[in-house]
Every structure is written in structure tokens, then in C-alpha cells.
């Protein structure tokens, strides 16, 4: 073991072969409770609220397994600011729209099948949302928080719907990784994920801050 602690990210569940990673290297490993956050007051974003200890009571009631950060809600003036930075940062957005175009597993903690298989209820195909989203324009096109919860008080179609679609994702993988630094920087812990395309966009983000956090990529065959 090389520290005391470490915090999963970007999610509040990891895999089990990840846990075993990790508890093999820090004497505990933190995790958050899930993430909904409220737009605004009419828009807001769900979660499952299991907890890891739910699966491992031995490893909470020993202490291996801490949990209960709560990141849940409207997001605070200071964690607005954090990822308005995050939407305004070129090399962050073009990393973001590559995972979101290349990247399944990301694709999937972002929307749900129907969004990105194209497929009706009824099973006749559509185009998928996915595949809108993945046009080029999105990746320059202009976002901020306050833009975004704009966009969400409003009846959309077309163009406009997708544009708060793409906006949303970018404001929920924002904001799980600000909060991430928040979370590590208040606990002094180390960061792991076992997802290659957020553990590049926050080594992004913790040289841009210039921050001193250790960010470690879990790997055993999953992208």
C-alpha cells in the first residue's frame, strides 16, 4: 500500500476487479454518494442511489470502504466558475468530444441505449441522437453553465434540443470531475478511475489548475 486513501471517480460504482486494484495499493478507498444535479428548478439529472457498501458491508464496517460524499443539487457559484472554465478550454472540449465520439463506455454514462443505438420503443430505427452529436460543430460551439440551465427552461426541438443535450454532458462530466478535485483536495487523497477517457480529461484539468493530486488509471481490459 502506498497512501491511506484514495477516491474513485468519475462515478459513486466501480467494478469489482477495480475495488480489489485498489485496495491492494491504499489502505481505504473513498466513493461518492451519486450525482443528480439540479439544473434548474423544473430540470435535473438522476441516479441510481445505491452505495458500494451496500455490495461490501464487511470492507465499510472495517473501513476499507469509505462513503457519503454528497454531490447532489444545484451546483455552487464556485463549482460554476470551475467548469465554465472547463466549457471555455479548447484542449478540454476537443478531448471531451473525442471520447464522446470514440468511446462506448463513456457514450453509455452519459445517455441511454435508445439515445445511442437510434431505436424507437416500437423498434423502428431513427437516427440516433448519438450520431447527431457526434457532428463536428459541437466541439467548437459555444457553452456555459448559465447558457445551459437557459436552454433547460425551455420547450426544445430540433437543433436546439440537441444542443442542450450535448450541453448537459458536457456539464455532467464537468462537474464530476470538479468535484472530484474538490473532494480529493479537502480529503488529501489520491484519484483513481477505471475509465481512460476521464482519467484524460481530468489530467487535463489538474495541469491546467496546476493542482499536485496523484491520478491513477486503473486498467484490466476495460476502456
Given at each position: 500500500?502506498?497512501?491511506?486513501?484514495?477516491?474513485?471517480?468519475?462515478?459513486?460504482?466501480?467494478?469489482?476487479?477495480?475495488?480489489?486494484?485498489?485496495?491492494?495499493?491504499?489502505?481505504?478507498?473513498?466513493?461518492?454518494?451519486y450525482m443528480a444535479i439540479q439544473v434548474s428548478p423544473f430540470c435535473g439529472t438522476t441516479a441510481f442511489p445505491e452505495r458500494m457498501g451496500d455490495s461490501f458491508p464487511g470492507l465499510l464496517?472495517?473501513?476499507?470502504?469509505?462513503?457519503?460524499?454528497?454531490?447532489?443539487?444545484?451546483?455552487?457559484?464556485?463549482?460554476?466558475?470551475?467548469?465554465?472554465?472547463?466549457?471555455?478550454?479548447?484542449?478540454?472540449?476537443?478531448?471531451?468530444?473525442?471520447?464522446?465520439?470514440?468511446?462506448?463506455?463513456?457514450?453509455?454514462?452519459?445517455?441511454?441505449?435508445?439515445?445511442?443505438?437510434?431505436?424507437?420503443?416500437?423498434?423502428?430505427?431513427?437516427?440516433?441522437?448519438?450520431?447527431?452529436?457526434?457532428?463536428?460543430?459541437?466541439?467548437?460551439?459555444?457553452?456555459?453553465?448559465?447558457?445551459?440551465?437557459?436552454?433547460?427552461?425551455?420547450?426544445l426541438s430540433g437543433r436546439e434540443a440537441d444542443l442542450f443535450d450535448y450541453g448537459l454532458a458536457l456539464l455532467k462530466t464537468s462537474a464530476s470531475l470538479v468535484y472530484t478535485i474538490q473532494?480529493?483536495?479537502?480529503?488529501?487523497?489520491?484519484?483513481?478511475?477505471?475509465?481512460?477517457?476521464?482519467?484524460?480529461?481530468?489530467?487535463?484539468?489538474?495541469?491546467?489548475?496546476?493542482?499536485?493530486?496523484?491520478?491513477?488509471?486503473?486498467?484490466?481490459?476495460?476502456?
Open positions: 500500500m502506498t497512501r491511506s486513501g484514495v477516491l474513485f471517480y468519475p462515478f459513486h460504482l466501480c467494478h469489482e476487479r477495480t475495488l480489489q486494484r485498489l485496495l491492494e495499493r491504499y489502505q481505504q478507498v473513498h466513493f461518492r454518494d464496517a472495517s473501513k476499507r470502504l469509505v462513503q457519503g460524499y454528497n454531490i447532489s443539487g444545484p451546483l455552487n457559484p464556485d463549482t460554476c466558475i470551475a467548469v465554465d472554465r472547463d466549457l471555455t478550454d479548447s484542449t478540454w472540449r476537443a478531448l471531451f468530444h473525442r471520447a464522446l465520439v470514440e468511446n462506448r463506455r463513456f457514450q453509455r454514462g452519459l445517455f441511454d441505449g435508445t439515445d445511442i443505438t437510434g431505436n424507437n420503443k416500437d423498434g423502428t430505427p431513427e437516427q440516433a441522437l448519438m450520431v447527431r452529436l457526434k457532428d463536428v460543430s459541437f466541439e467548437t460551439t459555444p457553452f456555459t453553465v448559465a447558457g445551459i440551465r437557459e436552454l433547460s427552461r425551455q420547450r473532494l480529493a483536495t479537502v480529503g488529501q487523497l489520491a484519484v483513481a478511475t477505471d475509465s481512460r477517457a476521464h482519467f484524460t480529461l481530468l489530467t487535463r484539468l489538474i495541469e491546467r489548475m496546476g493542482v499536485t493530486i496523484e491520478n491513477r488509471l486503473v486498467e484490466h481490459g476495460t476502456s
